[in-house]
């Protein structure tokens, strides 16, 4: 452990680790420290790790269970818990706006173990924001009004994924969409399971209307808070290169990532994480 480091990269959030191989055995003291900078940076990042799939999802389970195959994503060959995500002209990414992984489901995921492959020569950035440090920033009397409100999330912008055409079918298509993937109610403020820290969340992509406000009403607030949300003094922006392995906290954090590299390719492994074995 003596050549590992972490260098924060924003005052917000992230870090690089340096010294570190990830593709060797890895020592449950150099497994708790990664998680340990995971909580306390929540987004980490690690570059030019030449790791196999089996290691990929050896690291992903050293921080809890790990998602089932996906019904939708394609996966890795041979590997079904690694999704391939592969994006171009012909299948542009449907993830570039700012969301919070799976917030419409009860239980949404800890964390994504994430790597990269093709990455195109320009373009292609993935940029993180603190939710804790959103709330610490927000007025006093803001916080005191978001304590008690709860807020509804559903599958926001994949509901275009069953609109092909403005028809009964793509109606009932959509229906079976709601029906699969259904809604979910959380908290507007939040406190994290290990650092206890609060945080504020909801997101553009997922959250949809405050529980026992009307439409308008609701929808101002969520317009007010969005755009505080957006200021860059809680972001980082990280340019990627081949072979660099990110984790994040999907907990604390809203990401998004850009879709301007078209018509070049961008291929990434992705894991998700379910539940954090040491919450």
Known sequence: ?????????????????????????????????IYDDLIKYNVIFFRNQKITPEKHIEIAKSLGTIEDP?????????FPEIVLLENNKDNPPDTDEWHTDLTFKNDPPFATVLCSK???????????????????????????????LRAIHDMG??????????????????????EEFGNAVHPVIKIHPVSKKKFLYINPSFTSQIVG?????????????????????????????PDTLVIWDNRCTMHYAIGDYMPHQRTMNRITVLSDKRA
């Open 157 to 178: 912008s994949f509901r275009n994924n069953y609109m092909q055409e403005d028809n009964i079918e793509s109606a009932n298509k959509l229906n079976k969409g709601f």
């Open 70 to 78: 996906h019904p939708i994503y394609p996966h890795v060959e041979g």
């Open 118 to 148: 093709v990455i195109p020569p320009v373009g292609g950035d993935t940029l993180w924001s603190s939710l804790s440090k959103i709330y610490d920033a927000l007025p006093d009397e803001m916080k005191k009004n978001l304590e008690t």
């Open 213 to 241: 406000m009307t439409t308008t009403d609701s929808n101002n607030l969520l317009s007010y808070l969005f755009n505080f949300m957006n200021k860059p003094e809680f972001q980082i922006r990280f340019q990627w290169t």
């Open 1 to 33: 452990m003596n050549d590992y480091s972490a260098q924060q990269l924003t005052p917000s959030l992230g870090a690089e680790i340096t010294g570190i191989d990830l593709s060797n055995d890895l020592s449950n003291e150099q497994l708790n420290q």
